[in-house]
């Protein structure tokens, strides 16, 4: 299995900063594509970012030009920089990765349990 460890969440003024983690740990062999996802109050989860190993990246429309996404396949690790935070980027931010674990002969998906994001007007 693959366990999924996000920090960096909390409560920050609009135009503000703040930047995500994500460390994966278990026992598995790869990891292919990490990224990140949110999910607003009454609104269906949706990607934000992913990076996968080579680095090659894929940003939702609203992240372009102000989020970065980041990994250190060595510490097998995702970040997210968040820059020129809005009220409508407030959501709970979901860190997931495609990964193939010892014992299941198959790539698949794994969820963090979240880290809440609130930006204040």
């Known amino acids: 299995q693959v366990q999924l460890v996000e920090s960096g969440g909390g409560l920050v003024q609009a135009g503000g900063s703040l930047r995500l983690s994500c460390a994966a740990s278990g026992s598995f062999f790869s990891i292919n594509r990490m990224g990140w996802y949110r999910q607003a109050p009454g609104k269906q989860r949706e990607l934000v970012a992913a990076?996968?190993?080579?680095?090659?990246?894929n940003y939702a429309d609203s992240a372009k030009g102000r989020f970065t996404i980041s990994r250190d396949n060595a510490k097998n690790t995702v970040y997210l920089q968040m820059n020129s935070l809005k009220p409508d980027d407030t959501a709970v931010y979901y860190c997931?990765?495609?990964?193939?674990?010892?014992?299941?002969?198959?790539?698949?998906?794994?969820w963090g349990q979240g880290t809440q994001v609130t930006v204040s007007a």
């Open positions: 990076i996968t190993t080579s680095g090659t990246t």
């Open positions: 997931n990765c495609n990964a193939y674990v010892s014992g299941s002969y198959s790539w698949n998906d794994y």
